[in-house]
T-cell receptor, first 111, second 117 residues
């Protein structure tokens, strides 16, 4: 079974703090995506990374794809209460259509 | 911003009944998908659909499930005889690029919460 493990599972921090969420696997992926999901809603795409070592920035969010294309990280600088939500990594492999979702990280940012 | 629309938002059905979940993907997207999320669990792939046929399905997608694109806009998921364990959020998604093409981004709908009683 292909598994994408995210850590930490839960994270509660104060507004203004920095945080990093990790997404790890033993498999090599063709691309990796990060989504944010609100309760009762579908996942919303934040970013797609396709090249090993690639770094993408989206305002205060920085995403990195590992050199070996097996892992990724999401770093949030100066977290805001509006960043609260469930963060999901999801990956594709070369020979399949399916998007494999990670176990999720639930982030709570307190004002 | 273009969005994927799913109806109904919530469906309650009796075990053994047939249900049809409906989706309107983004108009210029060519690839369509169904995923499901059982409460408290990961989002799981069910099926992908391209060029009017299933391109891949998971082991979950057994003979009780079928998909159809009856016209140019709707994409449906039918469960023929629902079981209690089919209770989940069902998400439709679409993409412009295929899943095996680098950089494909998926747009998910808000989901249909199916409750089988």
């Amino acid at each position: 079974t292909q598994l994408l493990e995210q850590s930490p599972q839960f994270l509660s921090i104060q507004e203004g703090e920095n945080l990093t969420v990790y997404c790890n696997s033993s498999s090599v992926f063709s691309s990796l995506q990060w989504y944010r999901q609100e309760p009762g809603e579908g996942p919303v795409l934040l970013v797609t990374v396709v090249t090993g070592g690639e770094v993408k920035k989206l305002k205060r969010l920085t995403f990195q794809f590992g050199d070996a294309r097996k892992d990724s990280s999401l770093h949030i600088t100066a977290a805001q209460p509006g960043d609260t939500g469930l963060y999901l990594c999801a990956a594709t492999k070369y020979n399949t259509d399916k998007l494999i979702f990670g176990t999720g990280t639930r982030l709570q940012v307190f004002p | 911003e273009p969005e994927v629309t799913q109806t109904p938002s919530h469906q309650v059905t009796q075990m053994g009944q047939e249900v049809i979940l409906r989706c309107v993907p983004i108009s210029n997207h060519l690839y369509f998908y169904w995923y499901r999320q059982i409460l408290g669990q990961k989002v799981e792939f069910l099926v992908s659909f391209y060029n009017n046929e299933i391109s891949e399905k998971s082991e979950i997608f057994d003979d009780q499930f079928s998909v159809e694109r009856p016209d140019g806009s709707n994409f449906t998921l039918k469960i023929r005889s629902t079981k209690l364990e089919d209770s989940a959020m069902y998400f439709c998604a679409s993409s412009e690029l295929g899943p095996r093409q680098f950089g494909a981004g998926y747009t998910f709908g808000s989901g249909t919460r199916l409750t089988v009683v």
